[in-house]
């Protein structure tokens, strides 16, 4: 079965700073898709940013990229000039190719003004 | 484009009672897909509806169920409940398709007593 690891459960960053958000995940697939969801205080979880497995090139969405390595089958997050709007928790998820699921336990981040 | 809806927000029931929630994914969303959050386990993967059929299911016990209208909106049903299934409960809906992205919803917090 596929499992999600984040192995930082917290993570602070000052205003402007850059922070990176780690992610491994265990699969013997070639085809999947990997996310990092946001989950605000308010609760409603929110996409991030997403990667194709067979992409090599690595995602970026404004202040936010991935960098993701399929052999050591990591897949982290940068986040470039942190904004206190940033503060939340932070999911990796992968996804298979016949829709399986599967979230890390989650990485609560605070930005510090 | 109203996004995904779930109501109730809030629930408080007792052991014992069973309970329904509603999940109305976003306007041409299929699929529908169930998890319950708690701070031990995370977010855990319930079940996912598509064109009213049952595609995956993950690994809780029969008491827990749900159903998929041909609307698209679908039903979460909790029997007998435990203390252990107070939760935040929430639904994503996403098109087919290959990158098959979930929209999440605010959620339904189930409190048993």
């Known amino acids: 079965a596929q499992t999600v690891t984040q192995s930082q459960p917290e993570m602070s960053v000052q205003e402007a700073e850059t922070v990176t958000l780690s992610c491994t995940y265990d699969?013997?697939?070639?085809?999947?898709?990997l996310f990092w969801y946001k989950q605000p205080p308010s609760r409603q979880m929110i996409l991030v940013i997403r990667q194709e497995a067979y992409k090599q090139q690595n995602a970026t969405e404004n202040r936010f990229s991935v960098n993701f390595q399929k052999a050591a089958k990591s897949f982290s997050l940068k986040i470039s000039d942190s904004q206190l709007g940033d503060a939340a928790m932070y999911f990796c998820?992968?996804?298979?190719?016949?829709?399986?699921?599967?979230f890390g336990a989650g990485t609560r981040l605070t930005v510090k003004p | 484009k109203a996004g995904v809806t779930q109501t109730p927000r809030y629930l408080i029931k007792t052991r014992g009672q069973q309970v329904t929630l509603s999940c109305s994914p976003i306007?041409?969303?299929?699929?529908v897909s169930w998890y319950q959050q708690t701070p031990g386990q995370g977010l855990q993967f319930l079940f996912e509806?598509?064109?009213?059929?049952?595609?995956n299911k993950g690994n809780f016990p029969g008491r827990f169920s749900g159903r998929q209208f041909s609307n698209s909106r679908s039903e979460m049903n909790v029997s007998t409940l435990e203390l252990g299934d107070s939760a935040l409960y929430l639904c994503a809906s996403s098109l087919q398709g290959r990158l098959n992205i979930q929209y999440f919803g605010a959620g339904t917090r189930l409190s048993v007593l």
């Open positions: 699969t013997s697939e070639s085809d999947y898709y």
């Open positions: 306007s041409g969303h299929r699929s």
């Open positions: 998820a992968y996804r298979s190719a016949d829709n399986d699921m599967r």
């Open positions: 509806y598509f064109s009213e059929t049952q595609r």
